[in-house]
């Protein structure tokens, strides 16, 4: 076997914002795994939040044995962006190889279309009411908040999309203050779940808070090893495959944590329909999910994933799995 990555960029449909900043371009690497005439690939993107660039996430991958499998993969790299891309990569090189399908592999049973959110990025509360408005049509809106002036934006969006079902992430962007101020007010505009209020490190304040709207572990939740730190916090947890390092801890997770009766988000980061494909594996009965990344994009992958009202579709064989 050998280990390639290449570096790509898609550039974004508009510029997307949140409350540590903005972008117009989604920079991604993608791993493929090659063995003999066969080829497995995998994406990820890099996180600043979570201390990764281009180029320490490459530098991750470089370090791994040639003939590194699923199972060394989870020793030899720590949960992150590196080791989601090549594991991955290793789940569509293994599906090729069985002349199977991943779900089967992964002893799931066949996985269907999942509604999925449709995020607003931070902006003006006009602005932010117009995107809601042009996106009315949508059962399931996500806004980017997390300033201390977020409800004139929270209103604005409720005018603009009165039906679609709302949920709020404020990116680590309130105080406690700020949350249990807002809280009565996110009820009366029917939200119906909040990610992440407080930075990951400040959450204990969080215990004994009431939660009216049931609340989100994001950048709290990683893997399987941030499970006991989450008690009494939060409601929720958000798998992203960034976080886990790829779709084996990914199912893991899920199941962990619905075991200790936690309900499941599955989300993203901004990336392509590869990034977004084992993520729909996850997302099967999830409470929430949020793969738009593909519909933030200009552009996308050759083979993409399909949406339409019927939600995110699992992936042809094609793109992966």
Known sequence: MRIE??????????????????????????VTVRDGDLAGWGECVPYARYDETLESV??????????????????LLRAGAARNAVDCALWDLEAKRAGKRAWE??????????????????????????????????????????????????????????????????NEGWSAEVYADLAPHLVRLGVALVEQPLPAGQDDALIGMARPVPVCADESCHDRASLPALKGKYDVVNIKLDKTGGLTEALALRAAALAEGYDVMVGCMVGSSLAM?????VAQGALVTDLDGPLLLAEDRAQPLRFDSAGVHPSEPALWG
């Open 277 to 281: 494909a084992p993520a729909v594996l």
């Open 105 to 170: 592999l992964a002893g799931l049973t066949a996985p269907g279309p999942e509604i999925t959110a449709y995020t607003l990025s931070l902006d003006t509360p006009e602005a932010m009411m117009a995107q809601a408005a042009k996106n009315a049509f949508r059962p399931l809106l996500k806004i980017k908040l997390g300033t201390p002036d977020d409800m004139p934006r929270l209103e604005a969006v409720r005018r603009g999309a009165p039906a679609s079902k709302i949920i709020v992430d404020a």
């Open 5 to 30: 990555v290449t570096r790509d960029v898609f550039r974004l449909a508009q510029v997307f914002t949140i409350s540590r900043g903005s972008r117009t371009e989604a920079k991604v690497l993608t």
């Open 58 to 75: 490459e530098a991750e991958i470089a370090s791994l044995p040639a003939d590194v499998t699923r199972a060394r993969l989870q020793e």
